[in-house]
């Protein structure tokens, strides 16, 4: 974590979407009384339902009157001092490994007119231990490394700046995950090294 957050603070939290396991991620690292914006699908998951029926808000992707819908309850949810987890994506993509993809606007004009900082969050290799829902490639042991970025804040910004701070959270998370993918790769490199020197 780059900067402590405030133990009462309303934040948007956005994290980079690769794996069924960033939702019980981001349970442990949201801050305070937070919910959940995610796919309608999720209602169809036994672990999950409960919470998409009760706290959480589900969306139709494809439908403008569901998201519409679906970031007023955010907003008056916000309003009441819950913190909004959100994947700025919309969807894990099928591309393996994983690139990170294009944010859609909403929960960045949501921080805007709410006035709220949005934190990015780094989610660096879950996908490695459990991609998507894991049926493709399955599931193995490993160690998750998470990065918590420090609040972004949107105090005196508009509407029209969405595109802006959506771009910025974007290079912050697609900065972090390049910078771990390229250390990865020499620690790799220095490991075979290694080996072969032995």
């Not at 989610?123 to 991609?131: L, P, S």
């Not at 490639?137 to 701070?165: C, K, M, N, W, Y």
Request: glycine share 6%; proline share 6%.
């Amino acid at each position: 974590m780059e900067k402590p957050l405030g133990k009462n603070g309303i934040y948007v939290f956005c994290p980079n979407h690769t794996s069924f396991l960033d939702i019980p991620i981001m349970l442990l690292l949201g801050n305070g009384n937070h919910h959940f914006m995610g796919k309608e699908e999720l209602k169809g998951n036994p672990v999950f339902k409960l919470f998409f029926e009760t706290i959480d808000i589900p969306v139709k992707r494809e439908s403008k009157i569901s998201s519409y819908r679906a970031f007023k309850k955010a907003a008056a949810n916000i309003a009441n001092g819950m913190s909004l987890i959100i994947f700025p994506e919309g969807r894990i993509l099928d591309r393996y490994p994983p690139k990170l993809h294009h944010f859609k606007n909403g929960a960045f004009r949501l921080a805007i007119e709410q006035q709220i900082p949005i934190i990015p969050v780094t989610i660096a290799n879950a996908w490695q231990v459990f991609f998507d829902d894991g049926k493709l490639f399955g599931s193995r042991p490993g160690v998750i490394d998470i990065f918590v970025h420090q609040p972004i804040e949107t105090a005196g910004l508009t509407v029209e700046d969405d595109e802006l701070l959506k771009n910025k959270v974007y290079q912050v998370i697609n900065s972090k995950l390049n910078e771990y993918e390229d250390r990865q790769k020499r620690s790799r490199k220095d490991s075979t090294l290694s080996t072969a020197r032995r």
